[in-house]
């Protein structure tokens, strides 16, 4: 079975960095997957941040592109997120997200709130 | 962006009745390789949303019958043919056929 498991640092100050993890197991990060992360406020609704392959290959959402960092560790079988700068608006709760070729957004984690507030 | 409409917002419908969600892309989904991205997704209170159909009208692994995806090009429909308690929540489509993946704004199904 496979499971995401996201973890980060809950309550954060605006213009700090944000760092998540997502730790995937049941399955390899080296797959024929992408992984992707996605957020969710009662402001925005639901909002694709990017994904990465294993090779390193990415793709973002160009809104966040110029703060955000998605990248795979092999070793440890985990998916991060990097988002610089952050302000109150980046607020939600974050999803890690498997991406199968085949059949789309099959697993998702629970998901990690993270809030920025002064 | 592809921007991604659903109708209506909300649904009252009582238990063991049918339920009918659309969805609207403004811009065809109809993929260079052929295949439409349309994704319905299923979000309990207080869970993670959850696959229901891929492709329009492919169900995942799991997923009841009496859930069915359809439509082509711009436009889309999640049906339920008999809601049960556990349906409620909100459903989303979302399309991943274009960067970047965009989503619906959500309609609530609640039992009347």
């Known amino acids: 079975q496979v499971q995401l498991q996201e973890s980060g640092p809950g309550l954060m100050k605006p213009s700090e960095i944000l760092s998540l993890t997502c730790g995937v197991s049941g399955d390899s990060i080296s797959g024929s997957h992408w992984w992707s992360w996605v957020r969710q406020s009662p402001e925005k609704g639901l909002e694709w941040i990017g994904e990465?392959?294993?090779?390193?290959?990415?793709n973002y959402n160009p809104s966040l592109k110029s703060r955000v960092t998605i990248s795979v560790d092999k070793s440890n079988n985990e998916v991060s997120l990097r988002l610089t700068s952050v302000t109150a608006a980046d607020t939600a709760m974050y999803y890690c997200v498997r991406d199968s070729l085949n059949t789309g957004h099959d697993y998702w984690g629970r998901g990690t709130l993270v809030t920025v507030s002064s | 962006d592809i921007v991604m409409t659903q109708t209506p917002l909300s649904s009252p419908v009582a238990l063991g009745q049918p339920a009918s969600i659309s969805c609207r892309s403004s811009?065809?989904?109809?993929?260079?390789?052929?295949?439409?991205?349309l994704t319905w997704l299923h979000q309990r209170p207080g869970q993670a949303p959850r696959l229901l159909i891929y492709k329009i009208s492919h169900r995942s692994s799991g997923v009841p019958d009496r859930f069915t995806g359809s439509g082509a090009g711009t436009d889309f429909t999640l049906k339920i043919s008999r809601v049960e308690a556990e349906d409620v929540g909100v459903y989303y489509c979302m399309q991943t056929s274009q960067f970047p993946y965009t989503f619906g704004q959500g309609t609530k199904l609640e039992i009347k």
């Open positions: 811009q065809s989904l109809v993929h260079n390789d052929g295949n439409t991205n």
């Open positions: 990465v392959y294993h090779s390193g290959k990415t």
